[in-house]
T-cell receptor
Framework: DTGVSQDPRHKITKRGQNVTFRCDPI?????LYWYRQTLGQGPEFLTY????????KSRLLSDRFSAERPKGSFSTLEIQRTEQGDSAMYLC????????????FGQGTRLTVV | DAKTTQPNSMESNEEEPVHLPCNHS???????IHWYRQLPSQGPEYVIH???SNVNNRMASLAIAEDRKSSTLILHRATLRDAAVYYC?????????????FGTGTRLQVTL
């Protein structure tokens, strides 16, 4: 296993278009997290899954954002009708469930909305 | 979510030890103290975590105060590759408390 992978690494889109990002977690991990990071800030939590169940969504996740994790494997994050304020790095992480376990992050997808 | 307080930035000379402080006065009894770092243009990377006792691994040491209201990440010999933003995070054991809540971290600069 080569760690958490995210695709694409970079995405430039026009305002109003829909975009979808993919995250492939470490295969044994049942927890999967999505974060968003803007310049100079720490990553902000968006949502997380335990297996295929989406257990929490941040208030940051507006109705234009949706995430799925079919069959508890890979996950997708879709942003509909993108806005310039959506420009950010989108990070995915995975971990085991359990006390004090470490999370492994992907390299992120950098989204630029023009 | 319990909060942590870290200095915005610190500087160190290469091959010197670095002590990165973190205050977490509202920590609960089941919160683990996690440290992550983020190198430029990369996702965060796990460094170390602990509950009550001091911890050592190949990357760093974690010193936890007896009352658990503060902790210190220790890099024994800083190198240029250690220049990064270091995040101190409290992580609960289950449910929504188990997510990582990042602050703004400490930006560590390492100079020759």
């Amino acid at each position: 296993d080569t760690g958490v992978s995210q695709d694409p690494r970079h995405k430039i889109t026009k305002r109003g278009q829909n975009v979808t990002f993919r995250c492939d977690p470490i295969s044994e991990h049942n927890r999967l997290y999505w974060y968003r990071q803007t310049l100079g800030q720490g990553p902000e939590f968006l949502t997380y899954f335990q297996n295929e169940a989406q257990l929490e969504k941040s208030r940051l996740l507006s109705d234009r954002f949706s995430a799925e994790r079919p069959k508890g494997s890979f996950s997708t994050l879709e942003i509909q009708r993108t806005e310039q304020g959506d420009s950010a790095m989108y990070l995915c992480a995975s971990s085991f469930t359990g006390f004090g376990t470490e999370a492994f992050f992907g390299q992120g997808t950098r989204l630029t909305v023009v | 979510d319990a909060k942590t307080t870290q200095p915005n930035s610190m500087e160190s000379n290469e091959e010197e030890p670095v002590h990165l402080p973190c205050n977490h006065s509202t920590i609960s009894g089941t919160d683990y103290i996690h440290w992550y770092r983020q190198l430029p243009s990369q996702g965060p990377e796990y460094v170390i975590h602990g509950l009550t006792s001091n911890v050592n691994n190949r990357m760093a040491s974690l010193a936890i105060a007896e009352d658990r209201k503060s902790s210190t990440l220790i890099l024994h010999r800083a190198t240029l590759r250690d220049a990064a933003v270091y995040y101190c995070i409290l992580r609960g054991p289950t449910g929504t408390a188990s997510k990582l809540t990042f602050g703004t971290g400490t930006r560590l600069q390492v100079t020759l």
